[in-house]
């Protein structure tokens, strides 16, 4: 799949290596800044920790 995104980029060499890493900065951002954060409302309830809490 990423062989196949890579040789369908246009351009020489040097600018399909710029392009590819624009689109992984990209996912990465995309990722950051909505998905983890969507997702950690639905897993939150099983990574936290009571540990050093009192039981007042």
């Keep these: 799949m ?3 995104i890579f040789r369908n980029l246009p351009g020489p060499l040097w ?3 710029i392009e ?3 689109l992984i900065a990209a996912v990465v951002l995309l990722l950051m800044m ?3 954060p969507w997702l950690n409302e639905y ?3 099983f990574t936290d ?3 050093g809490q ?3």
């Design 34 to 36: 909505y998905v983890f």
């Design 49 to 51: 920790s009571t540990i």
């Design 2 to 4: 990423y062989a196949w």
């Design 43 to 45: 897993i939150s309830p």
């Design 20 to 22: 590819a890493l624009i």
């Design 54 to 56: 009192s039981t007042q």
């Design 15 to 17: 600018l399909r290596i």
